[in-house]
């Protein structure tokens, strides 16, 4: 019996993990180009909603700003937290992308 109740505490302890993981998730647009590194989202504001932000990217693949759009449903606890993430995000390089791109970053956070 006492196997079983473990058995199930790490199952229920891997699940929550998993789910947890998957709930706080981005999506982004810079035509042409791809992420090269997305750092590990947290959301530590213990709230929900939705962030649209606009970044704008240099040729190495920096994001130089990230601004809220109007299509944000977010805090502004969210807002901050998903202009950190975006500031970290690095973008695969391009010598054809111009001095600066503009694309899009939405993160929908949960918990």
């Known amino acids: 019996m006492k196997n079983i109740l473990v058995l199930i505490f790490i199952l229920s302890s891997i ?4 789910q947890n993981s998957q709930e706080n998730k981005s999506n982004t647009k810079l035509t ?4 090269q590194f997305t750092p590990t989202i947290d959301n530590n504001c213990n709230s929900v909603g939705k962030v649209v932000l606009e970044i704008t990217v240099d040729k190495s693949g920096k994001t130089i ?4 759009s109007k299509d944000s449903t977010a805090d502004n606890c ?3 937290l998903a ?3 975006a500031l970290k995000t690095k973008w695969k390089p391009s010598e054809t992308a111009p001095e600066k791109q503009v694309g899009t970053i939405t993160y929908n956070f949960s918990y």
């Not at 042409?32 to 992420?35: A, D, H, K, L, N």
């Not at 700003?65 to 809220?68: H, K």
């Open 15 to 18: 699940f929550s993990f998993a």
């Open 32 to 35: 042409g180009r791809g992420v």
């Open 65 to 68: 700003s990230a601004v809220n």
């Open 78 to 80: 969210l807002i901050e």
């Open 83 to 85: 202009i950190k993430y």
